[in-house]
Structures are given as structure tokens and as C-alpha cells.
């Protein structure tokens, strides 16, 4: 099958770790095969130039914390309002720009961590979504995911779940949006939680669906 070229703006770095070139470099080849021409930066100031931004069909951000600057985050949603795709994982999306507002917004939802351990956790597929492209065919699944509690837009489409059973300090039952997708305008965007490190990739359908949301929220050109 052959695909018309398009572009893939990948967005990496911070202060903060999380390893988002490792991680990042895992979608080139995917990004290549479906007809992207990738571009690479380790800066923001990209957002501001609108111009190469309305020429850009798809933004993956792996950003974890760090800050950004009202110029760029307007940048962004405008870009993104516009038709422009955004996506992203865990912390390098679900978490960046913790005090800009209008960053979050845009996601749709923020991430807040527990400080426990990692562990296993089954992750629900939507029976409500089962035909959206980013889960259709797939089956409930077992990941490696931290205890998080996330702030959420309910206008946002869940596709997936988590849930996390009590402790001492609370004692319920707790299931929390863990992939979820929206639009913005005339663009669309991609969120999940799963993905800390290259590891997590390992579990097939984790990489499935991360792969699929980054071609559902490429901008449509008809």
C-alpha cells in the first residue's frame, strides 16, 4: 500500500528523564513505513512558527514536566485548531507543562502520580468504543503502569481504563481513563498514560494502540 508524504514533527526532551529519545526512536521506523517525513527537535520554540506548523500533519510529544511559554502553547492549539494532529504518552504528554492551563486544556486531562511502585494492571477496552480505529479488534490487557490519579475534560472520548484496588488510605475500588482521544477544532489528538520507558512497548497491544492513535490523529487531508 502506498501513502502520500506527509510530515511528523517529533517534540523531545526535559529536565526531568524518562528517557524520551529512547522511547521516541521506537515509532521512527512506523512513522517511515506509513509515509512520514520526520522531523526531529529538542525545543519548543518550534510551536511559534506557524508556518512550518500548518505544513506539519502529525506533532508527537514526548515532554516530561519542564515549562512552556504562553507564545508556544498559543502556537500549539492554534496549529492543532487548524488541523494539525497531536499524540502522546505518560509524562511526556499527560504531564508536561503542569501550570499552563490552557496546555492541559487542550490534552485533555493531567496526570498525577502516586509515589508507589510500578506494577501490573489490567487495562479495559471501551465496549462503548470497540469499533474506534485506535482499539477496534483489540482485547482487554495486562501493562506495567503506576498508580496515578488523572484530571480530566468529560468531553474527551475513553477508550481504555485502569483499575486500581484500595489500600489503607483509600479503601475503594478506583477505575481511571487510561487512553482517550479528542478533537480541537479541526485537529485531532491522542492521550495515554501507558508508556513510561522502552520497555513498556514490549506489550504488543500498548504498541498497537500507541500506533494507531499516532496515524488516527494525523491531520485528515481530503
Known amino acids: 500500500m502506498s501513502y502520500a508524504r506527509r ?4 517534540v523531545r526532551g526535559s529536565p526531568e528523564g524518562y528517557r524520551p529519545v529512547q522511547t ?5 521506523p512506523f512513522l517511515d513505513r506509513h509515509g512520514f517525513e520526520v522531523v526531529v527537535e529538542d525545543c519548543l520554540e518550534v510551536y511559534e512558527d506557524e508556518k512550518f506548523l500548518a ?3 502529525l506533532v508527537v510529544q514526548c515532554w ?22 497531536l499524540a502522546g504518552w505518560h ?48 482485547s482487554d490487557f495486562e501493562a506495567t503502569c ?19 484496588d484500595g489500600d489503607e488510605s483509600r479503601p475503594g475500588v478506583s477505575s481511571v481513563p487510561a487512553v482517550w482521544t479528542r478533537t480541537w477544532g479541526r485537529g485531532r489528538i491522542f492521550a495515554s498514560v501507558l508508556g513510561r520507558g ?7 497491544q500498548v504498541r498497537a494502540l500507541t500506533e494507531r492513535g499516532l496515524l488516527w490523529a494525523s491531520r485528515c487531508r481530503m
Do not use: C, K
Open 7 to 10: 510530515r511528523a514533527l517529533i
Open 24 to 28: 521516541t526512536d521506537l515509532f521512527l
Open 55 to 57: 505544513e506539519t500533519d
Open 64 to 85: 516530561p514536566g519542564g515549562e512552556i511559554t504562553p507564545r508556544e502553547s498559543a502556537g500549539l492549539r492554534a496549529a492543532v485548531r487548524g488541523g494539525m494532529g
Open 91 to 138: 509524562t511526556g504528554f499527560v504531564d508536561a507543562f503542569r501550570e499552563n492551563f490552557d496546555y492541559q486544556l487542550l490534552v485533555g486531562g493531567r496526570l498525577q502520580l502516586d509515589p508507589s511502585e510500578s506494577d501490573r494492571h489490567w487495562v479495559r477496552l471501551a465496549a462503548e468504543h470497540a469499533d474506534h480505529p485506535v482499539i477496534s479488534g483489540l
Open 146 to 164: 503506576e498508580r496515578y490519579w488523572p484530571l480530566n475534560d468529560p468531553l474527551i472520548d475513553i477508550l481504555a481504563t485502569i483499575t486500581f
Open 198 to 204: 522502552p520497555d513498556d512497548f514490549d506489550t504488543p
